[in-house]
C-alpha cells in the first residue's frame, strides 16, 4: 500500500513539469498575438486594399495584349532632335596618321586611367565578338558598354545588336573580325549584305546614332599561312569602308597597333594581349571625339 502511494506521488510530481512547460507555451503564444504576431488577412486591415489592388493589377497586365515593340521607338519629335545632333568632324588622312604616331609611342605604357575609359564612354557601347568582350573583361569600361560575346559572328550577333538598341547609346562602335572572314572566306559580297543590316538596324533603333565600324584586325603574320583567308584581308575593309560611304557610318581601323607590334598577338595568331587595349580605346574616344 505504502509503494503504491509512493508511485503515484511520483507520478504526479513528474506531471507538474509538463503542465508548467505548456503554461509557459501558451503565455508566451498570448503575448506574441497581442503584440501583433503574425500578420493575418483582413478585409478591414488596410494592407489588404494594397493587396487586392495589387492582384488586380496583374490580372488586369495579364489580360492585355502583347506590347508592340512599335511603341518603345522614339516620337517624330524626339528622332528629328537626335537626327539634328551633328556628327564630329571627320579626322583627315594627315590627323589620323599623327594620331596614330603619337599613340604608338605610348604602346606598353601601365600608367592608363581606366576612369578615363569608362567617362568617355559613358554613352557609347562597343559592339562585337571575343576581341569586344576582352575590353570590359579587362576592365577599362564598364559592362553596359560593351554588348559582345565570344565566338559569335554577323550572323549570331542579333542579341547584342539588340542589347545596344534597348541601351540607346548616342555612339556605337561594332568590331567584328576573325570569326568573320573564316566563316565568310571569300564570300565578301554577303558579308557586305549582313554587315550593312546590321548597321542599318542600329541607324533605325536608335535615332542620330553614330556608327563606327572597325575593320578586321590583322592576324599575326606567324600563323598568315594557317589562316589562308586573311589573304583577302584588304578586300574585305575597302568594302567596309565603302559600305560605311554609303549609310553614312564611320570608318576606321586599329591595326596598325598590331602591325606595328607584332608581339602583341596572344598565342592563338589573332587575339590581342592587354597592350592593344588602351591604345585602341584612346584611339576610338579621339577618333569619335568622346574624349573632349
Known amino acids: 500500500m505504502k509503494n503504491t502511494q509512493k508511485k503515484r506521488r511520483q507520478d504526479h510530481t513528474s506531471f507538474f513539469p509538463v503542465l508548467a512547460a ?26 489588404a486594399g494594397d493587396i487586392d489592388r495589387t492582384v488586380q493589377m496583374l490580372v488586369d497586365m495579364e489580360q492585355q495584349p502583347p506590347a508592340d515593340p512599335a511603341s518603345f521607338q522614339h516620337t517624330e519629335e524626339e528622332a528629328d532632335a537626335a537626327e ?9 588622312a ?33 559592339v562585337g565578338d571575343s576581341v569586344a568582350d576582352a575590353i570590359h573583361g579587362f576592365g577599362w569600361v ?26 540607346q547609346p548616342s555612339v556605337v562602335f ?26 542599318q538596324q542600329l541607324m533605325d533603333g536608335i535615332p542620330g546614332v553614330q556608327v563606327y565600324v572597325q575593320g578586321i584586325l590583322p592576324c599575326d603574320p606567324d600563323f598568315r599561312e594557317e589562316y589562308w583567308y586573311y589573304d583577302y584581308l584588304d578586300d574585305y575593309n575597302a568594302a567596309l569602308e ?20 607584332p608581339e602583341t598577338y596572344n598565342g592563338d595568331g589573332f587575339h590581342p594581349s592587354w597592350e592593344f587595349y588602351p591604345l585602341w580605346l584612346t584611339y576610338m574616344a579621339e577618333i569619335a571625339g568622346l574624349d573632349r
Open 22 to 47: 505548456m503554461g509557459l507555451v501558451c503565455i508566451l503564444a498570448l503575448v506574441f498575438f497581442l503584440s501583433g504576431g503574425v500578420g493575418t488577412y483582413s478585409a478591414s486591415d488596410p494592407q
Open 94 to 126: 594627315e590627323d589620323l596618321s599623327e594620331l596614330e604616331e603619337e599613340l604608338l609611342t605610348h604602346y606598353g605604357d601601365y600608367d592608363y586611367n581606366s576612369d578615363n575609359f569608362r567617362s568617355w564612354f559613358e554613352n557609347a557601347v562597343i
Open 242 to 261: 565603302e559600305m560605311c560611304d554609303q549609310l553614312g557610318a564611320h570608318y576606321y581601323d586599329a591595326g596598325f597597333v598590331l602591325r606595328a607590334y
Open 142 to 167: 564598364y559592362d553596359q558598354n560593351v554588348q559582345a560575346q565570344g565566338g559569335i559572328n554577323l550572323y549570331s550577333s542579333q542579341e547584342v545588336i539588340d542589347g545596344t538598341i534597348w541601351l
Open 174 to 199: 561594332m568590331t567584328f573580325s576573325a570569326n568573320d572572314i573564316a566563316a565568310f572566306a571569300t564570300d565578301i559580297d554577303t558579308y557586305i549584305q549582313v554587315y550593312s543590316s546590321l548597321v
Open 84 to 92: 539634328e545632333q551633328e556628327a564630329p568632324a571627320e579626322m583627315t
